[in-house]
């Protein structure tokens, strides 16, 4: 599984942002969200099941992010509002069996990282 995120940049907080992770095909894993700020560990964000849409999300980001994929169009879409400048991190999309994504194991691939930057 090849994955491209795009979409991240510089905006105020308060402002939304979308990112989305194009995937080279069809997936029978999770695919998902990490992020990592300067001097911090990397953290989940969120992540969805390809077949189902099936979501789950960090406590951190419920209520102002939403995952989403469209099958037709092999992407998996990180739409971030309310946006704080805590949420200032490279974020990751990643594939991977549901233990990547509840800390028992590590995501099988991933894309390459995105800057978001919240400014206050």
């Known amino acids: 599984v090849q994955l491209q995120a795009s979409g991240g940049g510089p905006v105020q907080a308060g402002d939304s942002l979308r990112l989305a992770c194009r995937t080279s095909?069809?997936?029978?894993?999770?695919i998902g969200w990490f992020r990592q700020a300067v001097g911090k560990e990397r953290e989940f964000v969120a992540s969805?099941?390809?077949?189902?849409?099936?979501?789950n999300y960090a406590d951190f980001v419920k209520g102002r992010f939403t995952i989403s994929r469209d099958k037709a169009k092999n992407t998996v879409d990180l739409q971030m509002n309310n946006l704080k400048p805590e949420d200032t991190a490279v974020y990751y999309c990643?594939?991977?069996?549901?233990?990547?994504?509840?800390?028992?194991?590590?995501?099988?691939?991933w894309g390459q990282g995105t800057q978001v930057t919240v400014s206050s």
């Open positions: 969805i099941t390809w077949n189902l849409g099936s979501t």
């Open positions: 990643a594939a991977g069996p549901q233990s990547a994504f509840n800390g028992r194991d590590t995501p099988n691939f």
């Open positions: 095909g069809r997936t029978n894993w999770l």
